[in-house]
Protein backbone atom coordinates (compact mmCIF):
# COMPACT_ATOMS: atom_id res chain seq x y z
CA UNK A 1 0.00 0.00 0.00
CA UNK A 2 1.28 3.31 -0.98
CA UNK A 3 1.35 5.94 2.36
CA UNK A 4 2.13 9.58 2.35
CA UNK A 5 4.36 10.26 5.85
CA UNK A 6 2.89 12.63 8.26
CA UNK A 7 5.73 12.82 10.37
CA UNK A 8 9.35 10.82 10.30
CA UNK A 9 9.25 7.28 10.27
CA UNK A 10 12.69 5.47 11.57
CA UNK A 11 13.62 3.52 8.28
CA UNK A 12 10.87 4.81 6.19
CA UNK A 13 11.75 8.50 4.99
CA UNK A 14 10.34 11.95 6.31
CA UNK A 15 7.42 14.31 6.36
CA UNK A 16 5.91 14.31 3.01
CA UNK A 17 7.66 10.67 1.89
CA UNK A 18 5.39 8.37 -0.60
CA UNK A 19 6.33 4.90 0.47
CA UNK A 20 5.09 1.70 -0.51
CA UNK A 21 4.51 -0.42 2.88
CA UNK A 22 3.05 -4.01 3.40
CA UNK A 23 -0.84 -3.36 3.91
CA UNK A 24 -1.12 -4.66 7.59
CA UNK A 25 1.88 -2.07 8.64
CA UNK A 26 0.03 0.59 7.40
CA UNK A 27 -3.51 -0.70 8.64
CA UNK A 28 -2.44 -1.61 11.88
CA UNK A 29 0.03 1.27 12.47
CA UNK A 30 0.52 3.98 10.53
CA UNK A 31 -2.77 4.88 9.73
CA UNK A 32 -4.07 4.70 13.44
CA UNK A 33 -1.64 6.46 14.91
CA UNK A 34 -2.05 9.58 12.43
CA UNK A 35 1.79 8.63 10.94
CA UNK A 36 0.51 8.47 7.51
CA UNK A 37 -2.12 9.06 5.11
CA UNK A 38 -3.29 6.30 2.23
CA UNK A 39 -1.31 7.75 -1.16
CA UNK A 40 -4.65 8.64 -3.21
CA UNK A 41 -5.06 11.86 -5.10
CA UNK A 42 -7.39 13.44 -2.82
CA UNK A 43 -4.81 13.41 0.16
CA UNK A 44 -1.69 13.85 -1.82
CA UNK A 45 -3.63 17.61 -2.29
CA UNK A 46 -4.92 17.69 1.44
CA UNK A 47 -1.37 17.34 2.36
CA UNK A 48 0.34 19.77 0.30
CA UNK A 49 -2.60 22.22 1.42
CA UNK A 50 -1.84 20.88 4.99
CA UNK A 51 2.11 20.94 4.90
CA UNK A 52 2.82 23.90 6.71
CA UNK A 53 0.46 23.11 9.53
CA UNK A 54 1.95 19.48 9.51
CA UNK A 55 5.64 20.68 9.27
CA UNK A 56 4.83 23.31 12.11
CA UNK A 57 2.83 21.00 14.51
CA UNK A 58 5.62 18.21 14.45
CA UNK A 59 8.70 21.23 15.12
CA UNK A 60 6.70 22.13 18.42
CA UNK A 61 6.02 18.48 19.37
CA UNK A 62 10.40 18.22 18.55
CA UNK A 63 11.29 20.84 20.58
CA UNK A 64 8.35 19.67 23.55
CA UNK A 65 10.28 16.71 23.22
CA UNK A 66 13.99 18.13 23.25
CA UNK A 67 12.93 19.82 26.77
CA UNK A 68 12.14 16.48 28.66
CA UNK A 69 15.10 15.24 26.63
CA UNK A 70 17.66 17.48 28.34
CA UNK A 71 15.84 17.23 31.72
CA UNK A 72 16.15 13.13 31.58
CA UNK A 73 19.35 12.59 29.49
CA UNK A 74 22.19 10.91 31.52
CA UNK A 75 19.74 10.75 34.79
CA UNK A 76 19.76 7.42 37.00
CA UNK A 77 16.88 5.91 38.39
CA UNK A 78 16.93 3.61 41.25
CA UNK A 79 14.73 0.43 41.56
CA UNK A 80 15.00 -1.72 44.42
CA UNK A 81 14.18 -5.48 43.17
CA UNK A 82 14.46 -9.04 44.65
CA UNK A 83 17.09 -11.06 43.55
CA UNK A 84 19.12 -13.75 44.22
CA UNK A 85 22.58 -14.55 45.53
CA UNK A 86 24.02 -14.76 41.90
CA UNK A 87 22.49 -11.19 40.96
CA UNK A 88 19.25 -12.56 38.91
CA UNK A 89 16.20 -11.05 39.02
CA UNK A 90 13.17 -12.47 40.90
CA UNK A 91 11.03 -10.86 38.10
CA UNK A 92 12.39 -8.21 35.69
CA UNK A 93 12.47 -4.65 34.83
CA UNK A 94 10.26 -3.62 31.78
CA UNK A 95 9.78 -0.55 29.83
CA UNK A 96 6.64 -0.08 32.01
CA UNK A 97 8.87 -0.22 34.97
CA UNK A 98 11.34 2.29 33.25
CA UNK A 99 8.35 5.07 32.66
CA UNK A 100 7.40 4.86 35.76
CA UNK A 101 10.30 5.45 37.22
CA UNK A 102 10.84 8.20 35.38
CA UNK A 103 7.33 9.65 35.81
CA UNK A 104 7.93 9.27 39.62
CA UNK A 105 10.96 11.92 39.29
CA UNK A 106 8.89 14.41 37.13
CA UNK A 107 9.50 13.19 33.72
CA UNK A 108 7.15 12.92 30.83
CA UNK A 109 7.49 9.25 29.01
CA UNK A 110 5.39 7.18 28.14
CA UNK A 111 5.95 3.12 28.11
CA UNK A 112 5.75 3.06 24.33
CA UNK A 113 8.70 5.54 24.18
CA UNK A 114 10.97 2.93 25.88
CA UNK A 115 13.02 1.02 23.77
CA UNK A 116 13.79 -1.98 25.83
CA UNK A 117 14.54 -5.29 23.19
CA UNK A 118 15.00 -7.11 26.48
CA UNK A 119 13.38 -7.05 30.04
CA UNK A 120 16.41 -6.23 32.57
CA UNK A 121 16.67 -9.37 34.26
CA UNK A 122 19.99 -8.43 36.45
CA UNK A 123 21.57 -6.48 39.23
CA UNK A 124 23.83 -3.67 38.23
CA UNK A 125 22.86 0.01 35.93
CA UNK A 126 21.86 -0.44 32.33
CA UNK A 127 21.46 2.03 30.24
CA UNK A 128 18.12 2.33 28.43
CA UNK A 129 17.21 4.65 25.25
CA UNK A 130 14.10 6.46 25.76
CA UNK A 131 13.10 7.72 22.34
CA UNK A 132 10.89 10.70 22.36
CA UNK A 133 10.27 11.96 18.95
CA UNK A 134 11.19 10.30 15.90
CA UNK A 135 14.08 12.67 15.92
CA UNK A 136 14.75 12.89 20.07
CA UNK A 137 15.84 10.51 21.73
CA UNK A 138 17.65 10.32 25.45
CA UNK A 139 19.23 7.57 27.63
CA UNK A 140 18.30 6.93 31.21
CA UNK A 141 20.57 5.24 33.48
CA UNK A 142 18.37 2.30 35.65
CA UNK A 143 20.80 1.27 39.00
CA UNK A 144 18.67 -2.64 39.99
CA UNK A 145 19.64 -2.99 43.40
CA UNK A 146 18.39 -4.83 46.11
CA UNK A 147 18.69 -2.47 48.73
CA UNK A 148 19.83 1.97 48.60
CA UNK A 149 23.15 0.94 50.06
CA UNK A 150 23.86 -1.50 46.85
CA UNK A 151 22.29 0.92 44.87
CA UNK A 152 24.93 3.16 45.93
CA UNK A 153 27.35 1.14 46.03
CA UNK A 154 26.74 -0.28 41.89
CA UNK A 155 26.74 4.28 41.38
CA UNK A 156 30.25 4.24 42.52
CA UNK A 157 30.91 1.48 39.88
CA UNK A 158 31.39 -1.15 42.30
CA UNK A 159 29.93 -5.03 41.39
CA UNK A 160 27.83 -5.89 44.06
CA UNK A 161 27.64 -9.87 43.24
CA UNK A 162 31.65 -10.20 42.55
CA UNK A 163 32.10 -8.15 46.02
CA UNK A 164 29.57 -10.52 48.13
CA UNK A 165 31.28 -13.69 46.12
CA UNK A 166 34.93 -12.18 47.19
CA UNK A 167 34.05 -11.74 50.46
CA UNK A 168 32.34 -15.26 50.66
CA UNK A 169 35.65 -16.54 49.55
CA UNK A 170 37.65 -14.67 52.07
CA UNK A 171 35.76 -15.55 55.43
CA UNK A 172 35.96 -19.36 54.22
CA UNK A 173 39.59 -19.08 53.17
CA UNK A 174 40.15 -17.54 56.87
CA UNK A 175 38.03 -20.36 58.48
CA UNK A 176 39.97 -22.53 56.49
CA UNK A 177 43.43 -21.41 57.98
CA UNK A 178 42.05 -21.06 61.54
CA UNK A 179 41.25 -24.61 61.03
CA UNK A 180 44.66 -25.96 60.29
CA UNK A 181 46.28 -23.49 62.72
CA UNK A 182 44.45 -25.23 65.73
CA UNK A 183 45.55 -28.77 64.53
CA UNK A 184 42.03 -29.81 62.92
CA UNK A 185 42.51 -32.76 61.11
CA UNK A 186 45.47 -33.80 62.43
CA UNK A 187 45.91 -37.37 64.19
CA UNK A 188 48.06 -38.12 66.80
CA UNK A 189 50.71 -40.88 66.10
CA UNK A 190 50.12 -40.67 62.37
CA UNK A 191 53.80 -40.19 61.04
CA UNK A 192 55.84 -41.86 63.51
CA UNK A 193 57.37 -44.88 63.20
CA UNK A 194 57.25 -47.75 66.53
Not at 34 to 47: G, M, P, V, Y
Not at 93 to 109: C, F, L
Amino acid sequence: MKVVLLERVENLGAIGDVVTVKDGFARNYLLPRTKALRATSANLKKFELDRAAIEARNEKNKADAQKVADKIDGQTYIMIRQAGETGQLYGSVAGRDVAEAVQAEGGKVERSQVVLHTPIKTLGVHEVLVRLHPEVSATVKMNVARSADEAERQARGENVITSQFEADRQVAHEAAQDMVEGGAGQQEGLGQEA
